[in-house]
């Protein structure tokens, strides 16, 4: 493992001169690098006294996918209809765009709705309904291109809570979960919904695949719902592998990035483990940097995927076997230990934007923070939404969260 630099300078995103801010679009989950982190600058560093200014608000169904935005569109799924919906709004105004059905709608005793947010990529948005059917539908258009029944394909069965897994395009392949016998992952065709390879075995779980450099290689990381799988996106093969598995399946939070190694968590108790993965040989091997997997662990992200910010990870701790005690924590990536801990801070999500945590909790209150290891330190609070898991998505000045009921677009500069 090369030495984790986390005292180094902060990476500037981009620099900021005048009034000048940069824009980037949120075309997947948790971003155009799925890390929760966004290169937009020039954003609020407090809140008004009344909260941030809400741009729109417009019904949105029901569903746990975050909002994708992408060419000016912001795009999301839902029940709505008797059908799983890929619905498309303009980004400025929230007017509706298009609306395309996928599948009957989904019900599950743990929500319904689907679950996946949508992937935009070369005019075409990848969609994964709760019930594993993926499906291509043109951009500009909303018109069907191609649907292929994952589970199907891979003689796979549904997850216990939902099929998950939001889609990540690589190449001319659109990767998601599926679980199976040698199927825990697959890849279709960008062009037409073929099964191109799979590989792992074992339960799907609710993670979904990211695409990162590990020890020198660009490799897909899933962690599925027993282990973390490093695959090559050219034809599968497995590289790595890191037992993990957690009770009912249940890792949801997607691995992170850590200089060129990995770092994984799930709630119910399990914990967290920092994977130093390194290659000999063109062989690839993952050993424990460190570990701490127990009641007591200083990061069990339930669903949430923690941010890594100059050597630190923040995050939600919780407690128990999905409890209502959750902490907001920074730990430092390389040793684990435990910086702070904003106890009690309650369920929620994050983002980075602009140097600053981006936070919506479950009571639907939008709450800035300062990125820091020195403490917490609150910048802002409004509450201005309905009850919701998804974090926020920030694009071109604008953040994007819905709930059970709605769509809301929040002015961020």
Not at 248 to 264: H, L, R
Not at 355 to 372: F, H, N, P, R
Not at 395 to 405: P, S, T
């Amino acid at each position: 493992m090369r030495t984790l630099i986390h005292r180094s300078l902060h990476v500037l995103l981009a620099t900021v001169v005048g009034c000048s801010w940069t824009h980037a679009d949120w075309p997947q989950f948790l971003g155009e690098k799925r890390d929760g982190s966004s290169s937009e600058t020039a954003l609020l560093d407090a809140f008004p006294e009344e909260g941030p200014e809400v741009v729109w608000r417009v019904p949105g169904g029901v569903g746990m996918s975050a909002v994708t935005v992408a060419d000016g569109l912001a795009i999301t799924t839902m029940n709505d209809s008797g059908k799983q919906l890929l619905v498309a709004f303009d980004a400025k105004t929230g007017e509706r765009a298009w609306q395309t059905g996928l599948a009957a709608e989904y019900k599950n005793g743990q929500g319904d709705g689907p679950r996946a947010t949508a992937a935009v990529s070369g005019g075409v948005v990848y969609a994964f309904t709760g019930d594993g059917v993926l499906c291509a539908v043109d951009q500009k258009t909303g018109e069907l291109i191609w649907r292929t029944d994952a589970l199907q394909a891979c003689r796979a069965s549904e997850s216990e809570y939902g099929m998950s897994s939001s889609p990540l395009v690589v190449g001319d392949s659109v990767i998601v979960h599926v679980g199976g016998r040698g199927t825990a992952v697959a890849a279709f065709g960008t062009s037409d919904g073929r099964l191109l390879w799979s590989a792992g075995s074992g339960p799907a779980g609710y993670s979904s695949p990211t695409l990162m450099k590990v020890a020198g290689k660009q490799q897909i990381v899933s962690l599925t719902g027993e282990k973390a799988l490093g695959i090559d996106p050219s034809d599968g093969a497995v590289l790595w592998t890191y037992e993990f598995e957690t009770p009912y399946a249940c890792n949801t939070a997607n691995p992170v990035s850590v200089d060129g190694d990995v770092f994984i968590s799930a709630g119910e108790n399990h914990g967290c483990v920092f994977i130093d993965v390194e290659e000999s040989g063109g062989k690839f091997a993952a050993m424990e940097h460190w570990a701490s997997v127990d009641s007591k662990s200083v990061m069990r992200n339930e669903w949430q995927t923690s941010v890594l910010v100059d050597g630190y990870l923040y995050g939600f701790d919780n407690v128990g076997a999905a409890g209502p005690t959750t902490h907001l924590t920074c730990i430092d990536a390389d040793t684990g230990e435990t910086v702070w801990r904003k106890t009690r801070f309650g369920k929620g999500n994050l983002v980075l934007a602009d140097g600053k945590l981006w936070i919506t909790t479950m009571d639907g209150e939008l709450v800035l923070a300062k990125v820091s290891p020195d403490g917490y330190e609150e910048l802002g609070r409004a509450k201005l939404f309905g009850r919701t898991r998804q974090s926020l998505s920030i694009a071109d000045g604008l953040g994007y969260i819905r709930d059970n009921q709605e769509v809301v677009c929040i002015k961020l500069r």
